[in-house]
């Protein structure tokens, strides 16, 4: 592996990880993300490290893995090259319906004017989700003015919360929202892209948090609903434990999660119970 790998046009060439070198490369990603990678995924794994070993100007792979050990920005560049940011507004509409018509009006039932309401969104990866959340909740939630509404979007990929602060979107990530909630929260188009409004911007904070560290989890306090869809998919089984744990921690006695349409805390653990909404299935972590 003394030839650095070739990287044009996205292309390794000749490029060829060792087992011994893929089961290294697999374990630093798992220990750090919980993101469980095998020889299944070979190409996508090579296609990503012979990418960085050409960024970073390394002459083998065995360097390369040193320097991930000891060079905290290369890991970070890593980690966020095999981060699946797969996403657009409105996704999973189901759960905003059930957001506004049961998980709020249960929420602040026992709450008066001008509490807080937290709601986090992990990952966030390019925002559309926790924008989501705030553009549905002004449209569809009376009370939304009536309530201190803190919405937090995280993630471990430093690159997509820039692009999630910057908020400039293309039409695909646009495409299920109605014409006229396009033309209220976002400005008009520029070289094929529309950023939304700075209020809207300014409405979500975004944070770097690796879902797998509880420190990371717990520095951002506690939610009353958590929305973190998509991604305990890439997990084994003890990782969706010790995720599942940490997001049980992060929520407020009473508290939701939602998860995505394939995946089932049902599956994982039994802390939470299970409601059964006119929308959709969400976790509670019980009152006591």
């Not at 360097?63 to 966020?80: G, M, T, V």
């Not at 979007?153 to 908020?167: C, F, K, M, R, W």
């Not at 929305?227 to 407020?252: G, H």
């Amino acid at each position: 592996m003394s030839d650095l790998p070739d990287a044009r046009n996205g292309e390794a060439s000749d490029f060829f990880l060792s087992m011994g070198e893929l089961r290294a490369a697999c374990d630093f990603l798992y220990r750090r993300t919980g993101m469980a990678y095998g020889e299944t995924k070979r190409y996508f794994i090579e296609r990503r490290i012979a990418d960085r070993m050409a960024a970073a100007r390394s002459p083998s792979v065995q360097s390369y893995l040193a320097q991930l050990r000891s060079d905290d920005s290369e890991s970070e560049l890593f980690i966020n090259s095999f981060t699946i940011n797969e996403t657009y507004f409105y996704r999973e509409e189901h759960q905003l319906r059930c957001l506004g018509r049961s998980l709020m009006p249960e929420l602040i039932a026992s709450r008066k004017a001008g509490d807080l309401v937290r709601i986090w969104s992990i990952p966030c990866a390019t925002g559309e989700e926790p924008y989501s959340i705030a553009i549905w909740l002004l449209e569809n939630w009376p009370l939304v003015d009536a309530y201190h509404i803190e919405i937090i979007g995280s993630d471990i990929d430093t690159q997509v919360l820039a692009a999630a602060s910057t908020g400039n979107y293309g039409e695909r990530a646009l495409s299920q929202l109605p014409a006229n909630v396009v033309e209220q929260y976002f400005e008009n188009p520029r070289d094929g892209n529309r950023r939304i409004l700075q209020d809207i911007r300014e409405s979500v904070k975004f944070t770097q948090v690796n879902l797998m560290n509880s420190r990371d989890m717990a520095a951002q306090g506690r939610f009353d609903v958590v929305f973190c869809r998509n991604v305990l998919i890439y997990f084994d089984e003890i990782s969706r434990q010790d995720a599942s744990q940490n997001l049980y921690d992060a929520l407020n006695p009473g508290g939701f999660i939602c998860l995505g349409h394939a995946e089932s805390m049902m599956r994982i653990t039994n802390q939470f119970a299970v409601r059964r909404f006119e929308d959709a299935i969400v976790y509670q972590r019980p009152e006591r």
